[in-house]
């Protein structure tokens, strides 16, 4: 069969809002502290405490929004703990994950902070598990409110004239589990009371997200856009892409067979039917689309890397981890009428980590690649996409071996990424660009390797890194590909 991909430059399905793009950073095991705090007298260089290094390869993501401080932290987080003279902060135990001290050093100033660095919208995730009302109410009021009042007044005497701009706020995090094991009718009561006092003060509209659903918990989703859907801007969903049983083995990140592979890559693209299934619920709802749907939790989880601590969740990162990302991310793309941001887990050595760091040796990994080639797509319009594409059998089922996502940016330029999910096979692809373009001017980038296993090293950080794309030529409106295996490509027509 001829792999062929129509993109219709001139039908345009919506614009990729930005925080699809976004992050998320947990005070869990080393993301926070080490990954990216370390303190102003720390030997690690840094920009106000926060280690340089990793900001400046953070940087270069344009990261849009960060998520902080949990996770299942979020509903152990006192805020208050977090605040004033670093030496006089409580030091408190992180019981969710490792039992290690706390010692609140990187707190609401220090967050604030980084994201102004960063140029990134801070999504603050507040606590309903264990905190009350009183307290998620007075958080919002110390961060954003402009005047005389008993929280502002703090925040100047903590250091911080002018309130900061707060959008993005999420009430209790993961309420059907370690957020407090409710039910959804409980917590959709709850969501209610608490979201009332999260207030707008002056001109700063919140933004609110309530705490959705585990995967395919279609009921979570059902009674809380019916119990609540007129008194929320967004609705969370987590879902992380496991190849083995999360309580009896997810998998090595490193030493995994031909058969995992292809197991982690169908596992990664059920983001798209659950993502359809929650969002068809929605859709009985709230038919104009105003709540979006917000994938807050996201990315590949496996066994801890060895010899580390089980609660710190390190895990290398592979090529493997690239296709996931690539393959995710155009889900996303797709779906972005109603999917108005996503947030990987988690920025710095948790999970499926942009970057890695050991004491002062830092890293980036293969998914960081894929989130910086895949800027292009950030608040660009989405082209409609006819994609035919080869399968890969597995077992009695199939997935395809190619997916693809096209969009417009603003100076008119078309960017089209492209993942070859197969281990071994290449796929030659003809793109038959439709519409008001010219192939006059073509460009792009593919990250690849000949190794499932590849990855980048504190010793070898640059094994898998993009390099410029050749294999295409073009015949009048077509333009043919040529992806190897296991690679994420993206072009540029101008
Ligand atoms: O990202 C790790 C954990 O996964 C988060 O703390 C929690 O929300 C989820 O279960």
Known sequence: MENKIVVNSDVIQGTINRNIYGHFAEHLGRCIYEGIWVGEDSAIPNTLGIRTDV???LRKLDIPVLRWPGGCFADEYHWKDGIGPREKRKRMVNT?????IENNHFGTHEFMVLCGLLGAEPYICGNVGSGTVQEM???????TFDGESPMADWRMENGREEPWKLKYFGVGNESWGCGGNMRPEYYADLYRRYQTYVRNYGKNKIYKIAGGANVDDFTWTEVLMREAGHLMDGLSLHYYTIPGDFWKGKGSATDFTEDEWTITMKKALQMDELITKHATIMDQYDAAKRVGLIVDEWGTWFDVEPDTNPGFLYQQNTIRDALVAGVTLNIFNDHCDRVQMANIAQTVNVLQAMVL???????????YHVFEMYKVHQGAKKLSMDINVDSIKI??????????????????KIH??????DHRKASTIHLDMRGDISLAEVSGRILT?????????????DNVKPIPFQHYSVAGHTLEVVLPAMSVTVLTIC
């Open 55 to 57: 900001l400046n390869a």
């Open 96 to 100: 969710h994950w490792g039992g290690v």
């Open 137 to 143: 109410s007075e958080w919002v009021e110390y961060l």
């Open 357 to 367: 760091t050991e004491k002062d040796k830092m890293t980036v990994t293969p998914t």
């Open 395 to 412: 077992g009695d089922q199939s997935i395809p071996q190619v997916t693809a996502s096209a969009s417009k940016d603003t100076d008119g």
């Open 416 to 421: 089209i990424s492209l993942c070859n999910l």
């Open 449 to 461: 390797s000949s190794s499932m296993d590849a990855r980048n090293t504190f010793d070898e950080p």
